[in-house]
């Protein structure tokens, strides 16, 4: 692995986004209000708060308490109360997502890009090796060539001074 490869940031395109990492913020009240948002559509808040509206409406119709009675008015106003609270947080945390969505969107975009301009590098490296190579080969064929004549005009003179020795002229 070579060195640049080895510390390269992989999220150096969402580094300038990270103000926006936390939906409201990053401190104790802004995390716990991002929980709050977040569990207000689970299926156990529904459950439980399904629970405790038949409990209310139970104790109530049955008459073992009277501090809401039909048409439960004390109800209502703590399913507004509710909403109040709920409502923007919800709103918030969309707007909040939609923009770190966003942000996410655009330092991927930057990733992909950087990451064809780098394919786009080693393609033309890839073409200047093979153009290397191929001129080498030329090289290493004419060399051959070269040294194939010159094994020839070895050969043939070794021939012609064999012929000499071994046969002197007459």
């Not at 969402?14 to 559509?41: C, P, Q, S, V, Y």
């Not at 459950?47 to 509206?53: H, K, L, N, P």
Request: net charge negative; hydrophobic share 45%; charged share 20%.
């Amino acid at each position: 692995m070579s060195q640049a490869h080895a510390t390269k940031d992989h999220f150096r395109f969402h580094r300038k986004n990270d103000h926006i990492a936390a939906t409201f913020g990053n401190d104790w009240f802004a995390l716990k209000a991002e929980l709050f948002a977040r569990f207000f559509g689970t299926p156990l808040f529904l459950g439980a708060q399904t629970f405790i509206v038949a409990i209310w409406i139970g104790i109530n119709l049955m008459g073992w308490t009277k501090f809401d009675e039909y048409p439960f008015i004390l109800l209502n106003l703590a399913f507004s109360l509710q909403a109040a609270y709920a409502a923007p947080l919800i709103l918030l945390a969309q707007t909040r997502q939609a923009q770190r969505d966003g942000a996410h969107a655009d330092a991927d975009a930057q990733h992909r890009e950087d990451l064809a301009l780098a394919t786009v590098h080693r393609q033309e490296q890839a073409a200047e090796c093979a153009n290397q190579l191929l001129e080498l080969l030329q090289q290493n064929t004419q060399l051959t060539e070269l040294t194939k004549g010159l094994i020839e005009k070895v050969e043939a003179l070794t021939r012609e001074m064999h012929d000499r020795v071994v046969r002197p002229p007459a």
